[in-house]
């Protein structure tokens, strides 16, 4: 299984959260990597990805509480959710996707290769 969340869990409004995405893909390729979400009854949602070059990007409903970080050392991917509300409440999933030629790694990419199991978080108002 190449990405293993860990880190959700339920938590009041407003409080923090961090989650871990362990992966195990090749360090030879670059991947655009990044966080979705999928709460009951909607779509699943790219709210964070983070490129091979270091850059990142969000999605507006968690620009400027939500960061996303990765550590090459450690293999791992991160999300640092804070202030979080009632809406953020859904299954969090770690996705990946080698990189090719012309590719821009957005939070519109629909098509990630590898997902994870996905980690709930819920959020109590």
């Known amino acids: 299984v190449p990405l293993v969340e860990s880190g959700g869990g339920e938590v009041q409004a407003g409080a923090s959260l961090r989650l871990s995405c362990a992966a195990s893909?090749?360090?030879?390729?670059?991947?655009?990597m990044g966080w979705a979400r999928q709460a009951p009854g909607k779509e699943r949602e790219v709210i964070a990805v983070?490129?091979?070059?270091?850059?990142?990007e969000y999605a507006v409903s968690v620009q400027g509480r939500f960061t996303i970080s990765k550590d090459d050392d450690k293999r791992t991917l991160s999300l640092q959710m804070n202030d979080l509300k009632s809406e953020d409440t859904a299954m969090y999933y770690c996705?990946?996707?080698?990189?090719?030629?012309?590719?821009?790694?957005?939070?519109?990419?629909?098509?990630?290769?590898?997902w994870g199991q996905g980690t709930q978080v819920t959020v109590s108002s």
């Open positions: 996705a990946a996707i080698r990189r090719y030629l012309g590719m821009k790694c957005t939070v519109g990419i629909t098509n990630f290769e590898y």
């Open positions: 983070f490129d091979q070059d270091g850059s990142t």
């Open positions: 893909l090749s360090r030879y390729m670059p991947h655009c």
